[in-house]
């Protein structure tokens, strides 16, 4: 996989940070986790329960040699998503991150998790007929 970067850049791989200087081209010509810099999420960008699971999950992929504390809260947090949601299209992309993450494939559950952010901010708005998240 080839990724390019800009000056100042920086991207993480395997749990290191890596910035480069100057515009360039990066092959990762193995089987690597890697997050860019642009979809690395800031804890206190964390404010709604899915992108809570997101900040988790990148933990994992950005830490691997440590993710047991992590996967024990992501476990938590995933079942209380779980609990409380009656969205029938946020229960099916629960158990597709559940299953990306449970095959270690973090980005792939990233991803999977920003393409649920739209569907969250829907029911937070209330522009949804659906009520997905029962009352506490």
């Known amino acids: ?19 480069v200087d100057r515009k360039v081209s990066v092959e990762l010509v193995n089987d690597v986790m890697f997050l860019l810099e642009g979809q690395v999420m800031q804890a206190s960008d964390a404010t709604t329960a899915m992108r809570q699971l997101y900040f988790i999950v990148q933990l994992m992929l950005m830490n691997p040699t440590d993710v047991r504390d992590a996967t024990a809260l992501y476990g938590q947090h995933h ?47 209330g522009t949804t007929t659906e009520f997905p998240f029962q009352a506490a």
Request: one cysteine or more; glycine letters at 8%.
């Open 79 to 125: 079942a209380a998503l779980c609990a409380v949601c009656e969205s029938e299209e946020m229960l099916e992309g629960l158990a597709a991150i559940d299953e990306l993450v449970g095959a270690t494939r973090y980005f792939e559950a990233l991803k999977r998790i920003r393409g649920l952010f739209p569907v969250e901010q829907a029911i937070l708005a």
């Open 1 to 19: 996989m080839k990724v390019s970067l800009r000056a100042g850049e920086r991207i993480y791989v395997n749990g290191a940070v890596l910035r």
